[in-house]
C-alpha cells in the first residue's frame, strides 16, 4: 500500500540559489499527483527532494519537513534508508549496461545485500510483469544487456527496477518525455494499475498527461507551488490567474 | 542529407580540389597507420630474426652458464621477472584504482588537484630516478638487494598511469547511471565498486594493462633494487634476476654467446608481456573479471 507524503515549508538550494520556496503540499496515498509548470520551474528539484536525492549534487541543499507516512524524511533517517523506501523513475531511461535484463531488475536488491535466489526470481517475475515488459523479455531475462533493449523498453525495465525494492512511494521525473507515443500510452496504462499499490508523483511537461493520468495537480512557477488542487479543478476552473495562464498556452 | 535544404533535391556536383584535398586527407591518415606500425613490425621481426636461433627448450628451462661454457638459458630470469611483476601489479594495481576512485568520485577539491599534479609528475619522473627511490627507502633499510625493492620500484612506475586512467574512464560513467543506483537506496561507496567501476571496467582494465607492459620491460629501476641473480630465487628479500636485467648483462658483455642470448631473451620478454595482455583481455571479455574489483 501507499502512503500519502506531508510537505512542510520546503525549501531547496544550489549553492546560493533558492530553487524552491516554502513548498506546502499534501500529497495523498495511492494516488497520482501530476507536477506541472514551465521549464525550470523547480518541479524536479521538488520530487528530487522527497527521496534526498537533491543532496547528492555538490553544493545542493534543502529545509523543511517531509514526512513520508510515519517517516520523518529529513530527521532520524540515513538518506539510502529513505531512498530504498521510495522508487524513482527518470527523464532518461538509465538501465545499468554491464548487466543483463534480470540483474537490472535484481540490482537494488542484491546490492543491497539480499541473497535469497528463489524469491529474487519471484521478485524479477513479478516486477516485470507489473511493468508490463515480462512477455517482451521473458525468453532472454539473463541473455540479453538491459542496454540492448529499445527506449520505451529500457523505460519499462528502470520501472521494473524501481518497483523491485517494494517502494510505497513512486517517483517519475518526466519518465515518457524520450518516447514515443505508443511507449508512452503503455507507461501511462501502467501509472494506472500502479495507483494501485503505489503513491506516485509524476513531473510532467504534457498537461494532456497530466489530466488522463493523475487526481490531482500541482503547479509549480519559479520555485514556489503556485495552486496544488484536484486535476479537473485545475484544467477547468483554476483560482489563480497565472495557472490559467500556463494552461491555456499563454507563456511556458 | 545536409545539402538537400539549399539546393532542391539535386545534390551539389563535389567539386575536384574537394576531392582531390579529401583524397589527400585519407592517404596521408593512412601513411600514419603504416608510420605508426612500421616501427612495431620491424622490431619485433628483427628481435625474432635475432634471437630464434638461440631459443630452445633448455633456453626456457635453465639458468645461466658461465662464461665460455655454451648453452644455459634464462629460466630463473623469466621466473624473477614475473616474480618482481606479481609483487608490483599487487602494491600497484590497488593503490592506483583506489587513487583513480577517489579522484574521480569525491577528488573536485584542492586535495584532488594535488593528487592529479603530482601524478602527472610522477609519470615524467625518468625510472632511474624511481630505482634510487626504491634503493633508498628498501635496499638501504634492508641491508640488500631484493625483488621486493624491485617490485616497489615498478609500482611506484605503475601508480600514475593506473591512477590517471582510472579516473578518466570512471568519469566518463554517466551520472545518471549513478542516480540510478542512488535512487534504489544503494550506497555510495557500493554505488562505486558495483555500479561504477564495472561499468568502466573494460577501460580501467586497458589502463592496468598499459601500465603492466610498460614497466614490464624497465631496466634502470632494477638495477640496483632487485639486482639480478645467475641461479633461481623465489624469496621476495633475496637479489632476483629479471628478463630485462639479463638482456642487459648479456648486450653488454663481450662475448658473442651472450649476445645471442640477449636477442633470445628481449624477443621472450616482449612475447611474454603480449601473451599476458591478451590473456587479461580474454579473461575480461569473457566477463570473469566482472565482479567487484
Known sequence: MGVGIKVEQ??????????????????????????????????????????????????????????????????????????????????????????????????????????????????????????????????????????????????????????????????????????????????????????????????????????????????????????????????????????????????? | MPNAHNSGFALAPVSLRRRGINALMSLSAGLAVVLVLLPLGAIFAYLVYKGIGSLNWAFLTQTPKPVGEPGGGMANAIAGSALILLIASSMGVPIGIGAGIYLAEYGRNRLGDLIRFTADVLNGVPSIVVGIVAYSIVVLSQGHFSALAGGVALAIMMIPTITRATEEMLLLVPQAIREAAYGLGVSRWRTTLSITLRTASSGVITGVMLAFARVAGETAPLLFTAFGNQYWNWKINQPTAALSLQVFTYAISPFDEWHRQAWAGALILIILIVLAVSAVRIAASRGMLKGTS
Open chain 1, 10 to 252: 520546503l525549501n531547496a538550494w544550489f549553492g546560493k540559489t533558492q530553487a524552491l520556496h516554502d513548498i506546502t503540499m499534501d500529497v495523498p496515498a495511492n494516488h497520482a499527483t501530476a507536477i506541472i509548470g514551465p521549464s525550470g520551474c523547480g518541479k524536479s528539484t521538488y520530487v528530487r527532494c522527497l527521496n534526498r536525492m537533491h543532496e547528492t549534487v555538490p553544493d545542493a541543499r534543502a529545509t523543511g519537513r517531509v514526512r513520508m507516512g510515519e517517516v520523518d524524511v529529513y530527521n532520524g533517517s540515513s538518506a539510502v534508508q529513505i531512498r530504498r523506501g521510495i522508487g524513482m523513475v527518470f527523464q532518461k531511461p538509465n538501465p545499468f549496461p554491464t548487466m543483463s535484463i534480470y540483474d537490472n531488475v535484481a540490482a537494488g536488491l542484491k546490492l543491497n545485500g539480499f541473497r535469497d535466489r528463489r524469491r529474487l526470481d519471484e521478485i524479477v517475475e513479478r516486477s516485470l510483469k507489473l511493468s508490463a515488459l515480462w512477455d517482451e523479455v521473458k525468453d532472454n531475462l539473463r541473455k540479453k544487456s538491459g542496454a540492448s533493449l529499445s527506449g520505451g523498453q529500457q523505460q519499462r525495465l528502470c520501472i521494473a527496477r524501481a518497483l523491485a525494492v517494494q517502494p510505497q512511494v513512486l517517483l517519475m521525473d518526466e519518465p515518457c518525455s524520450a518516447l514515443d507515443p505508443i511507449s508512452t500510452g503503455k507507461i501511462e496504462e501502467l501509472i494506472f494499475q500502479l495507483k494501485e499499490d503505489f503513491t506516485i508523483v509524476i513531473v510532467t511537461h504534457n498537461m494532456q498527461q497530466a489530466s488522463r493520468v493523475a487526481e490531482f495537480t500541482g503547479f509549480f512557477l519559479l520555485g514556489r507551488l503556485i495552486e496544488f488542487d484536484r486535476t479537473e479543478k485545475i484544467f477547468t476552473t483554476p483560482s489563480d490567474k497565472r495557472t490559467e495562464d500556463y494552461i491555456t498556452g499563454r507563456f511556458g
